[in-house]
């Protein structure tokens, strides 16, 4: 499973809401609900985040063994 816990944890850390994601970055509310529900996203979506944030994937998402 891919978890996307760490992206809530940078955010945090940068100062970046939600808000700022869906208005300033382009990501729309249904990703990030999907984001939230640990759900499937696509990968432009992750090249998006790891933008928005200055960041590496790894910063965002990991994968936990189920």
Known sequence: MISFNKL????EEKGVSTYTLREK??????????????????TKTLDKLCSA????????AEYIKE
């Not at 809530?8 to 955010?11: E, F, N, Q």
């Not at 970055?25 to 696509?42: F, H, M, Q, Y």
């Open 25 to 42: 970055c382009g990501i729309d509310s249904k990703t990030v609900r999907r984001l939230k529900a640990n759900e499937n996203v696509e």
């Open 53 to 60: 944030l200055d960041c590496r994937i790894e910063d965002i």
């Open 8 to 11: 809530w944890k940078t955010m």
